[in-house]
């Protein structure tokens, strides 16, 4: 191992954090279907689909803690994925 390399040690307690806010944004994926909310109840689930995946990037993939560089590089990838969800939800609300 190079001397250069930075541990990044996450402690269990953000963990914990992080684990309760991926159960409650579960919770709500499971809830908000069933409230019969028309064309706002696809872009809710895309939104904390979005969400759930972002906070496992940024703890579990440990992305907090990268260069600015695989950051943008992620954040285009990101964006493309937005554009493609918003066509996505405007053809289904244009049907």
């Known amino acids: 191992m190079v001397d250069s390399e930075v541990k990044h040690i996450t402690g269990y307690p953000v ?4 684990l309760i806010v ?13 409230l019969n909310l028309t064309a706002a ?11 759930k995946a972002g906070i496992v990037m940024t703890y579990f ?15 285009m990838v990101l964006g493309i994925y937005a554009s ?9 609300v244009f049907r």
């Open 15 to 18: 963990y914990g954090k992080v």
């Open 22 to 34: 991926l159960l409650v944004l579960t919770i709500l994926t499971i809830v908000i279907p069933s």
């Open 41 to 51: 109840t696809v872009l809710i689930a895309l939104l904390l689909a979005s969400t």
């Open 61 to 75: 993939m440990h992305l907090k803690m990268e260069n600015l560089l695989l950051r943008i590089l992620v954040i």
């Open 84 to 92: 493609v969800i918003l066509l996505t939800f405007a053809d289904y």
